[in-house]
């Protein structure tokens, strides 16, 4: 049986967090060959592993000593932990910070049948070797240590994910407007398109009539009045359709300007991140995160 204090409980939650942020880190650093701080937070520190171990103890408990069920409990409990923070966090920030979409046998991106058979296997290395050497270590830890450690890294953790959710959620809303404004882009350099083409035939159609008109008073003047007021017309339209497509543009710059040096680091901590609704705007970001990596 577990029977930890409340703060006992809060430092593993906090060591888990670190050491799946050192998992996930080494592997995708190496897959990446350079260095991945990975993770929602900036501080080493990854909530999804310390959740997922706090779920495996506790699901472990009623089937100690078994362990098929210790794995088949551990895999489901994980996953769903792993399901639910993907969907919730898509949603609340418009993109998927993991995609296993290329994966075979996963459910909608969140969770795969090859990382819920790893949870389960992690359940079984967590309950019956990781856990008892770090048991026997915070078991030892005077209380009041235990409990000033767990304040200070408390509030570093709280402060960072504040500022991380805030990050995140300007990073959606930034991907939104500049999927939106692409949208209203390519409908102005169509209404463009389509006025040169319709403004031409109209032309055409003008200078025909005028012609055979124009033949049988010998005026040729009919001609050239008639083609400039239609080239005048459409000038004005096009001279306004023009001056909406800078603005656009100049407004789509300005929101990748916004991409400041903590979005960009979300961006670069989540090198596998996808959105279904924003993919194009999150792929022209991410190359922009990368062409100004400094600044």
Same mark, same amino acid.
């Given at each position: 049986?577990?029977?930890?204090?409340?703060?006992?409980?809060?430092?593993?939650?906090?060591?888990?967090?670190?050491?799946?942020?050192?998992?996930?880190?080494?592997?995708?650093?190496?897959?990446?060959?350079?260095?991945?701080?990975?993770?929602?937070?900036?501080?080493?520190?990854?909530?999804?592993?310390?959740?997922?171990?706090?779920?495996? !103890?506790? @699901?472990? /408990?009623?089937?100690?000593?078994? +362990?098929? *069920? =210790?794995?088949?409990? %551990?895999?489901?409990?994980?996953?769903?932990?792993?399901?639910?923070?993907?969907?919730?966090?898509?949603?609340?920030?418009?993109?998927?910070?993991?995609?296993?979409?290329?994966?075979?046998?996963?459910?909608?991106?969140?969770?795969?049948?090859?990382?819920?058979?790893?949870?389960?296997?992690?359940?079984?290395?967590?309950?019956?070797?990781?856990?008892?050497?770090?048991?026997? !270590?915070? @078991?030892? /830890?005077?209380?009041?240590?235990? +409990?000033? *450690? =767990?304040?200070?890294? %408390?509030?570093?953790?709280?402060?960072?994910?504040?500022?991380?959710?805030?990050?995140?959620?300007?990073?959606?809303?930034?991907?939104?407007?500049?999927?939106?404004?692409?949208?209203?882009?390519?409908?102005?350099?169509?209404?463009?398109?389509?006025?040169?083409?319709?403004?031409?035939?109209?032309?055409?159609?003008?200078?025909?009539?005028?012609?055979?008109?124009?033949?049988? !008073?010998?005026?040729?003047?009919?001609?050239?009045?008639?083609?400039?007021?239609?080239?005048?017309?459409?000038?004005?339209?096009?001279?306004?359709?023009?001056?909406?497509?800078?603005?656009?543009?100049?407004?789509?710059?300005?929101?990748?300007?916004?991409?400041?040096?903590?979005?960009?680091?979300?961006?670069?901590?989540?090198?596998?991140?996808?959105?279904?609704?924003?993919?194009?705007?999150?792929?022209?970001?991410?190359?922009?995160?990368?062409?100004?990596?400094?600044?």
């Amino acid at each position: 049986m577990y029977l930890y204090t409340w703060y006992q409980w809060l430092l593993f939650f906090f060591i888990y967090c670190f050491i799946g942020w050192i998992i996930e880190s080494t592997y995708v650093s190496v897959r990446s060959f350079h260095f991945v701080n990975r993770g929602f937070l900036r501080l080493p520190l990854l909530p999804l592993y310390g959740s997922g171990a706090i779920i495996m !103890l506790w @699901l472990s /408990l009623p089937v100690q000593g078994n +362990i098929f *069920l =210790v794995f088949l409990f %551990g895999m489901v409990g994980a996953s769903a932990l792993e399901y639910a923070t993907g969907y919730f966090m898509e949603r609340l920030f418009k993109m998927k910070y993991w995609d296993y979409s290329n994966n075979p046998f996963n459910l909608n991106g969140y969770v795969c049948l090859g990382t819920s058979i790893a949870w389960g296997f992690l359940t079984l290395l967590l309950t019956e070797i990781i856990h008892r050497p770090l048991e026997w !270590l915070v @078991l030892r /830890l005077d209380g009041t240590v235990c +409990i000033v *450690l =767990v304040i200070i890294i %408390g509030i570093l953790f709280t402060a960072d994910a504040v500022h991380s959710v805030k990050e995140a959620l300007d990073l959606g809303r930034i991907l939104e407007s500049m999927t939106k404004l692409k949208s209203e882009l390519e409908e102005v350099q169509v209404q463009i398109a389509l006025l040169k083409a319709e403004t031409a035939q109209k032309v055409s159609d003008l200078t025909t009539e005028t012609i055979q008109k124009a033949a049988s !008073l010998k005026d040729e003047t009919m001609v050239k009045i008639s083609s400039l007021k239609a080239e005048t017309a459409t000038a004005l339209k096009e001279s306004a359709l023009a001056e909406r497509l800078q603005s656009l543009t100049e407004n789509r710059e300005k929101l990748t300007g916004r991409l400041t040096f903590y979005r960009k680091g979300i961006l670069r901590r989540n090198p596998t991140a996808s959105s279904r609704l924003f993919g194009e705007a999150l792929r022209e970001l991410k190359e922009y995160s990368k062409k100004y990596k400094k600044s």
